[in-house]
Antibody, heavy 120, light 109 residues
Framework: QITLKESGPALVKPTQTLTLTCTLS??????????VGWIRQPPGKALEWVSL???????RYSPSLRNRLTITKDTSKNQVVLTMTNMDPVDTATYYC????????????WGQGTLVTVSS | QSALTQPASVSGSPGQSVTISCTGT?????????VSWYQQLPGKVPKLIIY???KRPSGASLRFSGSKSGNTASLTISGLRAEDEADYYC?????????FGGGTKLTVL
């Protein structure tokens, strides 16, 4: 069974940098075809795809957020880390870690999500 | 990349069928056979119910079915039940980004 667990701060100040970590179990980042990424959902609003990294190191970013994002993986810890700079109140959202297999491009498994509030 | 267009809300009575549309463009929905659908029950995490336009993942209800014509994908829920009341989101691979629809709230009358 694949499980994903997000961790990170619940509150960040405007202009600060957000760092979120996703820890995987039941799935290895070394396995061919595996992709792990992030989707966010502002309170009461729709889902928005943010970023994804594949087993081979291929990084994908939302065009609208690209200049603020970095996604990395640590295969020894089986973790994926998302960094988002210059946080703004509009970035307040629940951030979900998700698993995707390269061939079907869907998000098969989701973490429980972590609510990040941007406020001074 | 613009979001996919979904109706804000749909409704149906128990036992009926409802269809939710998802309109994109020739750059996303119409280009790739990679539309997926997600069910988000109130206060819960989204759950994959359809992938690759019309395939059901293991464990997904047979009452959910997906289809596509041109730039519009559709999700049909047959034999409506009270527990189907939820938000439904479509999503399409579009090259580098994925694009989601704005979501549709299904009310079971």
């Amino acid at each position: 069974q694949i499980t994903l667990k997000e961790s990170g701060p619940a509150l960040v100040k405007p202009t600060q940098t957000l760092t979120l970590t996703c820890t995987l179990s039941g799935l290895s980042l070394r396995t061919s075809g595996v992709g792990v990424g992030w989707i966010r959902q502002p309170p009461g609003k729709a889902l928005e795809w943010v970023s994804l990294i594949y087993w081979n190191g291929d990084e994908r970013y939302s065009p609208s957020l690209r200049n603020r994002l970095t996604i990395t993986k640590d295969t020894s810890k089986n973790q994926v880390v998302l960094t988002m700079t210059n946080m703004d109140p509009v970035d307040t959202a629940t951030y979900y870690c998700v698993y995707s297999y390269v061939s079907d491009a869907s998000f098969d498994s989701w973490g429980q999500g972590t609510l990040v509030t941007v406020s001074s | 990349q613009s979001a996919l267009t979904q109706p804000a809300s749909v409704s149906g009575s128990p036992g009926q069928s409802v269809t939710i549309s998802c309109t994109g463009t020739s750059s996303d929905v119409g280009r790739f056979d990679l539309v997926s659908w997600y069910q988000q029950l109130p206060g819960k995490v989204p759950k994959l119910i359809i992938y690759e336009d019309n395939k059901r993942p293991s464990g997904a209800s047979l009452r959910f079915s997906g289809s596509k014509s041109g730039n519009t994908a559709s999700l049909t829920i047959s034999g409506l039940r009270a527990e189907d009341e939820a938000d439904y989101y479509c999503c399409s691979y579009a090259g580098t980004p994925w694009v989601f629809g704005g979501g549709t709230k299904l009310t079971v009358l």
